[in-house]
T-cell receptor, first 113, second 113 residues
Framework: AQSVTQLGSHVSVSEGALVLLRCNYS??????LFWYVQYPNQGLQLLLK??????LVKGINDFEAEFKKSETSFHLTKPSAHMSDAAEYFC???????????FGKGNQVVVIP | SQTIHQWPATLVQPVGSPLSLECTVE??????LYWYRQAAGRGLQLLFY??????ISSEVPQNLSASRPQDRQFILSSKKLLLSDSGFYLC????????????FGPGTRLTVT
């Protein structure tokens, strides 16, 4: 079974500082990996995805993530946090032939002015 | 382009009453369809998914049911709501290709009183 671990349910970051959200996955087959963002009372929006092409993936709103097979990680970063980045972020994993996503528990990001 | 609709946006129902939530997708054919529930502090829980008309897979045994009467329509139902059914219900779709990223609707906030 595939799974994702996101540590730290709440993450505080100062405006203008680096945003780093950690995601570690478990998968016995090559994974497909995703980051989603959810604003209050809204659905999830796809930020970026890794599907076995380039290991450094760029997404919307200057977010990027790097797939590291040796570390089974897919951490999300953004160089400079904006107030509008305050939201909940979910990492998810799937694989070829698997039409379900396994989600992590999410990180609630708070941006401090 | 593809769009996904959910209604109603919010719903307050008494314990023991029936439930019907609807999800429709536009701009694509034969999508995979999913129902998730978010309860406070509990992340995303996959309830049902469907790969075609009349084909429903249940992930969690409970008093909810799902139906797919048309290719792009997915309905979540209950005959008698419980307090524990309160939460944020999200519908999602994916293309039946090899990447399986899912696209989410705006959600329905259900409060059972």
């Amino acid at each position: 079974a595939q799974s994702v671990t996101q540590l730290g349910s709440h993450v505080s970051v100062s405006e203008g500082a680096l945003v780093l959200l950690r995601c570690n996955y478990s998968s016995s087959v090559p994974p497909y990996l995703f980051w989603y963002v959810q604003y209050p009372n809204q659905g999830l929006q796809l930020l970026l995805k890794y599907t076995s092409a380039a290991t450094l993936v760029k997404g919307i709103n200057d977010f990027e993530a790097e797939f590291k097979k040796s570390e089974t990680s897919f951490h999300l970063t953004k160089p400079s946090a904006h107030m509008s980045d305050a939201a909940e972020y979910f990492c998810a994993v799937s694989s070829y032939g698997n039409n379900r996503l396994a989600f992590g528990k999410g990180n609630q990001v708070v941006v401090i002015p | 382009s593809q769009t996904i609709h959910q209604w109603p946006a919010t719903l307050v129902q008494p314990v023991g009453s029936p439930l019907s939530l609807e999800c429709t997708v536009e701009g694509t054919s034969n999508p995979n369809l999913y129902w998730y529930r978010q309860a406070a502090g509990r992340g995303l829980q996959l309830l049902f998914y469907s790969v075609g008309i009349g084909q429903i897979s249940s992930e969690v045994p409970q008093n909810l049911s799902a139906s797919r009467p048309q290719d792009r329509q997915f309905i979540l139902s209950s005959k008698k709501l419980l307090l524990s059914d309160s939460g944020f219900y999200l519908c999602a779709w994916s293309v039946s290709d090899y990447t399986y990223e899912q696209y989410f609707g705006p959600g329905t906030r259900l409060t059972v009183t």
